[in-house]
Protein backbone atom coordinates (compact mmCIF):
# COMPACT_ATOMS: atom_id res chain seq x y z
CA UNK A 1 0.00 0.00 0.00
CA UNK A 2 1.24 3.71 -0.78
CA UNK A 3 0.37 6.65 0.46
CA UNK A 4 -0.24 9.82 -2.21
CA UNK A 5 2.68 11.79 -0.44
CA UNK A 6 5.32 8.86 -0.25
CA UNK A 7 7.59 11.17 1.84
CA UNK A 8 5.17 11.25 5.00
CA UNK A 9 4.42 7.63 4.91
CA UNK A 10 5.85 4.19 4.23
CA UNK A 11 5.16 1.86 2.19
CA UNK A 12 4.29 -1.74 3.04
CA UNK A 13 3.20 -5.13 1.47
CA UNK A 14 -0.14 -5.36 0.22
CA UNK A 15 -2.11 -8.27 1.63
CA UNK A 16 -3.10 -10.92 -0.87
CA UNK A 17 -5.78 -14.05 -1.60
CA UNK A 18 -3.01 -16.41 0.58
CA UNK A 19 -4.66 -15.96 3.79
CA UNK A 20 -2.24 -13.29 4.37
CA UNK A 21 -2.32 -10.85 7.76
CA UNK A 22 -0.80 -8.04 9.27
CA UNK A 23 -0.99 -7.93 13.13
CA UNK A 24 0.38 -5.37 15.54
CA UNK A 25 1.15 -5.93 18.84
CA UNK A 26 2.67 -3.52 21.44
CA UNK A 27 5.67 -4.17 23.79
CA UNK A 28 2.99 -6.65 26.40
CA UNK A 29 1.71 -8.70 23.14
CA UNK A 30 -1.57 -7.35 22.65
CA UNK A 31 -2.87 -6.83 19.71
CA UNK A 32 -3.40 -3.19 18.68
CA UNK A 33 -5.19 -3.39 15.25
CA UNK A 34 -4.75 -6.33 12.73
CA UNK A 35 -5.57 -7.09 8.87
CA UNK A 36 -6.03 -10.00 6.88
CA UNK A 37 -7.20 -11.49 3.59
CA UNK A 38 -8.70 -15.02 3.36
CA UNK A 39 -9.69 -15.16 0.00
CA UNK A 40 -12.63 -13.12 -0.65
CA UNK A 41 -15.84 -14.30 -2.10
CA UNK A 42 -14.51 -17.24 -3.82
CA UNK A 43 -14.00 -18.89 0.12
CA UNK A 44 -17.02 -17.43 1.17
CA UNK A 45 -15.76 -14.55 3.04
CA UNK A 46 -17.23 -11.06 1.34
CA UNK A 47 -14.80 -9.08 -0.84
CA UNK A 48 -12.70 -7.15 0.67
CA UNK A 49 -10.67 -7.20 3.78
CA UNK A 50 -11.40 -8.93 6.95
CA UNK A 51 -11.08 -12.51 8.56
CA UNK A 52 -12.94 -15.40 10.44
CA UNK A 53 -10.25 -17.31 11.81
CA UNK A 54 -8.68 -13.70 13.17
CA UNK A 55 -11.70 -11.98 15.10
CA UNK A 56 -9.94 -8.99 15.57
CA UNK A 57 -8.87 -8.64 11.84
CA UNK A 58 -11.11 -5.28 10.85
CA UNK A 59 -12.65 -4.85 8.10
CA UNK A 60 -12.38 -2.39 5.57
CA UNK A 61 -9.20 -1.19 7.28
CA UNK A 62 -5.31 -1.19 6.54
CA UNK A 63 -3.19 -0.17 9.29
CA UNK A 64 -0.29 2.25 8.18
CA UNK A 65 2.00 4.76 10.15
CA UNK A 66 0.65 7.77 11.28
CA UNK A 67 4.14 9.60 11.01
CA UNK A 68 7.81 7.53 9.34
CA UNK A 69 9.38 10.43 11.38
CA UNK A 70 8.63 9.55 14.91
CA UNK A 71 9.15 6.36 16.85
CA UNK A 72 6.35 3.41 16.57
CA UNK A 73 5.93 2.69 20.43
CA UNK A 74 2.84 3.51 21.27
CA UNK A 75 -0.71 3.26 19.40
CA UNK A 76 -1.04 7.01 18.66
CA UNK A 77 2.07 6.23 16.04
CA UNK A 78 -0.19 4.41 14.10
CA UNK A 79 -3.72 4.88 12.64
CA UNK A 80 -5.96 3.03 10.72
CA UNK A 81 -6.73 4.08 7.34
CA UNK A 82 -10.57 3.42 6.00
CA UNK A 83 -12.38 2.06 3.20
CA UNK A 84 -9.89 -0.19 1.81
CA UNK A 85 -12.32 -2.47 0.71
CA UNK A 86 -10.08 -4.55 -1.27
CA UNK A 87 -6.12 -5.63 -1.65
CA UNK A 88 -3.48 -2.85 -3.65
CA UNK A 89 -6.21 -0.11 -3.02
CA UNK A 90 -4.58 3.56 -2.02
CA UNK A 91 -5.65 4.94 1.53
CA UNK A 92 -6.77 8.41 1.63
CA UNK A 93 -7.59 9.03 4.95
CA UNK A 94 -7.04 8.42 8.64
CA UNK A 95 -8.58 7.57 11.73
CA UNK A 96 -7.62 6.71 15.30
CA UNK A 97 -7.16 2.95 15.84
CA UNK A 98 -8.18 2.94 19.55
CA UNK A 99 -9.74 4.86 22.03
CA UNK A 100 -8.25 7.15 24.64
CA UNK A 101 -8.62 5.68 28.21
CA UNK A 102 -11.34 7.27 30.25
CA UNK A 103 -10.89 10.61 31.44
CA UNK A 104 -8.23 11.38 28.89
CA UNK A 105 -8.88 13.92 26.07
CA UNK A 106 -7.20 13.90 22.93
CA UNK A 107 -6.63 17.87 21.67
CA UNK A 108 -5.86 18.38 18.04
CA UNK A 109 -4.21 21.79 17.37
CA UNK A 110 -5.44 23.11 13.80
CA UNK A 111 -3.12 23.37 11.38
CA UNK A 112 -2.00 27.45 10.45
CA UNK A 113 -4.01 28.10 6.93
CA UNK A 114 -0.61 30.67 6.38
CA UNK A 115 2.96 30.78 7.06
CA UNK A 116 3.89 33.36 9.84
CA UNK A 117 7.25 34.62 10.77
CA UNK A 118 8.07 37.09 13.88
CA UNK A 119 10.08 37.53 17.20
CA UNK A 120 9.84 38.71 20.68
CA UNK A 121 10.71 40.75 22.19
CA UNK A 122 11.84 43.27 19.23
CA UNK A 123 14.32 45.32 20.15
CA UNK A 124 16.16 42.34 22.17
CA UNK A 125 19.55 42.47 24.15
CA UNK A 126 20.87 39.71 23.72
CA UNK A 127 18.33 36.91 23.21
CA UNK A 128 15.13 36.88 21.07
CA UNK A 129 12.35 33.83 20.35
CA UNK A 130 11.64 33.59 16.46
CA UNK A 131 8.42 31.94 16.50
CA UNK A 132 7.33 30.79 12.82
CA UNK A 133 3.81 28.72 11.22
CA UNK A 134 3.95 25.90 8.69
CA UNK A 135 1.15 25.44 6.78
CA UNK A 136 2.75 21.48 5.57
CA UNK A 137 5.84 19.82 6.79
CA UNK A 138 8.36 20.21 4.49
CA UNK A 139 12.21 21.32 4.64
CA UNK A 140 12.74 24.79 6.60
CA UNK A 141 16.19 27.25 6.20
CA UNK A 142 15.69 29.59 9.07
CA UNK A 143 18.85 32.05 8.93
CA UNK A 144 19.99 35.35 10.12
CA UNK A 145 21.50 38.53 8.27
CA UNK A 146 23.42 41.31 8.85
CA UNK A 147 22.60 44.66 7.12
CA UNK A 148 25.22 43.93 4.66
CA UNK A 149 23.89 40.66 4.02
CA UNK A 150 26.31 38.37 5.50
CA UNK A 151 25.26 35.60 7.35
CA UNK A 152 25.42 35.35 10.65
CA UNK A 153 23.08 32.57 11.83
CA UNK A 154 21.68 29.19 10.42
CA UNK A 155 18.91 28.56 13.28
CA UNK A 156 17.10 26.01 11.60
CA UNK A 157 18.20 23.65 8.58
CA UNK A 158 16.00 20.57 8.11
CA UNK A 159 12.58 19.31 8.64
CA UNK A 160 10.03 20.60 10.33
CA UNK A 161 6.16 19.51 10.73
CA UNK A 162 2.84 21.33 10.24
CA UNK A 163 2.00 23.87 12.57
CA UNK A 164 3.96 26.09 15.16
CA UNK A 165 7.83 26.47 15.79
CA UNK A 166 9.91 28.58 18.41
CA UNK A 167 13.33 29.15 18.05
CA UNK A 168 15.59 30.94 20.64
CA UNK A 169 18.43 33.47 18.96
CA UNK A 170 21.68 34.72 20.89
CA UNK A 171 23.28 37.46 20.04
CA UNK A 172 26.09 37.95 22.46
CA UNK A 173 28.79 37.87 19.60
CA UNK A 174 27.16 40.47 18.09
CA UNK A 175 26.82 44.08 17.29
CA UNK A 176 24.28 46.72 18.18
CA UNK A 177 22.00 47.01 14.83
CA UNK A 178 19.38 46.01 12.61
CA UNK A 179 19.40 42.25 11.39
CA UNK A 180 17.41 40.27 8.89
CA UNK A 181 15.76 36.92 10.06
CA UNK A 182 14.55 35.27 6.48
CA UNK A 183 12.78 31.76 6.70
CA UNK A 184 12.12 29.04 3.58
CA UNK A 185 9.91 26.91 3.27
CA UNK A 186 9.16 25.33 0.04
CA UNK A 187 7.99 27.72 -2.10
CA UNK A 188 7.34 30.24 1.13
CA UNK A 189 9.38 32.97 1.60
CA UNK A 190 9.12 35.19 4.64
CA UNK A 191 11.41 38.03 5.65
CA UNK A 192 11.46 40.26 8.85
CA UNK A 193 13.53 43.07 10.43
CA UNK A 194 14.71 42.64 14.45
CA UNK A 195 16.92 44.98 16.32
CA UNK A 196 19.74 44.08 18.58
CA UNK A 197 20.34 46.81 21.60
CA UNK A 198 23.69 46.58 23.64
Known amino acids: MYSKNADKFASIPALNN ?20 EGGASSGIPTGWGSTSNPSAGTGSSIVRADIFVDTDSFSDWTTASGNGNPNTQ ?19 ELPTEVTLGNYPNPFNPTTNIHFTLTES ?61
Open 18 to 37: GGDALVLKDGSGTTIDAVAW
Open 91 to 109: SDGAVSSKALPEGEELFTE
Open 138 to 198: NNVRLTVYNMIGQEVAVLVNGFRKAGKHDVTFDATNLSTGVYIYRLVSGGQVKVQKMLLTK
